[in-house]
């Protein structure tokens, strides 16, 4: 570091280039402007020069080594031989300058002063515009290349992007199944083939799957449209009702028929409920599942499809035309108990097959109708209810309910929203009532379910349900076709996450119960069929 001398001092500067024989020294007396030099005596250790210089102001000294590095002045003479490089920095010439920062003095006779801060302050000053200069370059570069690359977006790569951000959007889980959304999304429009609506769609769908979520997929413009019909009450297809094999037909390979409209093309094709199907146009159905199943018997209507059928020990190979069938979602009959006199207890049996706009009206109606017959309790079948319009769960609920949570809708973050009642809406939150489900009771059926077994409002019977415990929206992309989104994932009021597990039902069901409303009396009604449940059984926890 500097050392600053006094007023009055002395300064010794040694040179290395002094002749050997040279051992005298001077004194510069008087630095202003005329300096005098007289010889004082002679240094017989080390043959140098000596300046002595006696100033008035400030003086500055700076030091290097060979190596370049700032040091204090030394008073050694060796030192100063190897550690003093003089810089042209400021001169000295009849006057020598003081400096309020570094400098080193170099007596030549080009008499020039030149400061080492300044000198620093001006090339920082220049790389700093250089620096300027080159961030905005590369600045503007960046956004022409942007921009360029949004011109040579094509209409396909355009459609991919919509349905990207879509997910970006709306997906539940924010880490996509631990990618790099924004990365997926750079590299499929580098590498996938977009040159035409199908190989768009194949897009689509390769990347909707790499979320590993079934329930997010993606609906061809005419699958958008069945699928939006359905949950208004019609819907283009067959007329099938569809099941997992439960009970008896647990060993059947291929998916079981619930019910067949009546008057719809399966029905007047004489398919049966029980009937196996066991291929839907040549492709098995022994490991299918009925959401695939649904969208396979589904389609534009006048088009055909090919069922193959088992009915009891024969096989049929039918070719149904769909048509648009409506759709009622609930059925009802009043069950008569055997008992003494006019006092014969009856039952109500209430049969939810979906969730569309028209279920909860149809569920009032029904209640009212079963009520004008004097019933004194429930039973609502929930079984291969595969869901719908989750609103129409909540309304269904409430009229059950007098007060209590419904449903709790989460993120991975904790709760979003809370869905509960006040019993304004309730019509039957009195009477005993008994819920049947099955592995086919899935989404809004669940909802449902498990809202009524926390609120101890109902008891369950049959087997764990699906365990779809996500809630989607449906998204309608630019070209008509769509997404199916799992948007949220939902706990029963017990804060139960039933997601891949299901309601566990309090008790279960005889394996040959059946699943339609006129087997269901049978069951009560006769004490020797395989079947039999006893009205304490089922309105017992």
Not at 189 to 196: S, T, V
Not at 393 to 399: D, F, H, L, T, V
Request: proline share 4%; with cysteine.
């Amino acid at each position: 570091m500097g050392l600053w001398l006094s007023m009055s001092m002395e300064l010794l500067l040694a040179s290395s280039s002094t002749s050997p024989g040279l051992s005298s020294h001077f004194t510069i007396s008087n630095i202003n402007r005329n300096p005098t030099i007289s010889q004082v005596r002679t240094w017989k250790s080390l043959p140098v020069r000596t300046l002595e210089a006696r100033f008035q102001g400030f003086l500055l000294c700076i030091r290097t080594n060979t190596s370049n590095s700032l040091r204090r002045c030394s008073n050694s003479n060796e030192s100063l031989k190897k550690r003093f490089l003089l810089h042209r920095v400021c001169k000295l010439n009849k006057s020598i300058f003081s400096l309020s920062g570094w400098f080193c003095m170099k007596y030549t006779s080009s008499h020039k002063v030149m400061s080492c801060s300044e000198k620093i302050r001006q090339r920082v000053s220049v790389l700093f515009v250089q620096l300027v200069v080159a961030v905005l370059f590369v600045t503007s570069v960046s956004v022409a290349v942007r921009e360029t690359s949004s011109w040579a977006l094509s209409e396909e790569n355009q459609l991919f992007l919509e349905a990207w951000r879509t997910i970006d959007r709306a997906y539940i889980d924010k880490t996509f199944n631990g990618q790099s959304w924004f990365r997926y999304r750079e590299n499929a429009l580098r590498n996938e083939p977009m040159n035409n609506r199908e190989e768009t769609y194949m897009a689509i769908r390769k990347m909707l799957a790499t979320l590993d979520d079934p329930f997010t997929r993606f609906l061809e413009p005419e699958k958008f449209n069945s699928l939006r019909s359905g949950t208004r009450g019609a819907l283009t297809g067959v007329g099938l009702s569809i099941g997992y094999p439960t009970g008896s037909d647990k060993l059947a390979e291929g998916l079981v028929v619930i019910s067949a409209t009546p008057g719809g093309p399966a029905n007047r094709a004489g398919i049966l409920s029980g009937d196996v199907i066991l291929a839907i146009d040549d492709t098995s159905t022994e490991s299918m599942g009925i959401y695939d199943a649904a969208e396979r018997l589904q389609g534009p209507e006048g088009s055909s499809v090919e069922l193959t059928i088992r009915s009891g020990p024969e096989i049929k190979h039918l070719a149904l035309r769909r048509e648009r069938v409506s759709l009622n979602p609930v059925k009802s009959r009043m069950c008569e108990i055997p008992g003494s006199g006019k006092d014969s207890p009856r039952i109500g049996y209430i049969k939810l097959t979906s969730f569309n706009q028209n279920a909860s009206g149809a569920v009032r109606e029904a209640i009212d109708t079963l009520r004008s017959n004097s019933v004194s309790a429930f039973v609502l079948d929930l079984r291969d209810n595969s869901g719908g319009l989750f609103p129409e769960g909540i309304e269904i609920a409430k009229i059950w309910l007098d007060k209590g949570v419904i449903v709790y809708i989460c993120d991975n973050r904790g709760v979003l929203d809370i869905y509960d009642t006040d019993g304004s809406d309730a019509l039957a939150a009195s009477e005993p009532l008994a819920v049947l489900v099955n592995k086919g009771t899935a989404s809004a059926s669940e909802i449902l379910a498990g809202a009524l077994k926390d609120n101890k409002r109902a008891v369950l019977f049959g087997e764990p349900t699906f365990g779809k415990g996500k809630i989607q929206s449906v998204f309608q992309l630019s070209d008509g076709s769509g997404l199916a989104v799992t948007v949220a994932r939902y706990e029963t009021p017990a804060h139960t996450d039933i997601d891949k597990v299901g309601v566990i039902p309090d008790h279960p069901l005889p394996m040959s119960f059946p699943k339609d409303g006129d087997g269901f009396c049978g069951c009560l009604q006769d004490p020797a069929s395989t079947c039999y449940v006893n009205r304490v059984q089922l309105f017992s926890r």
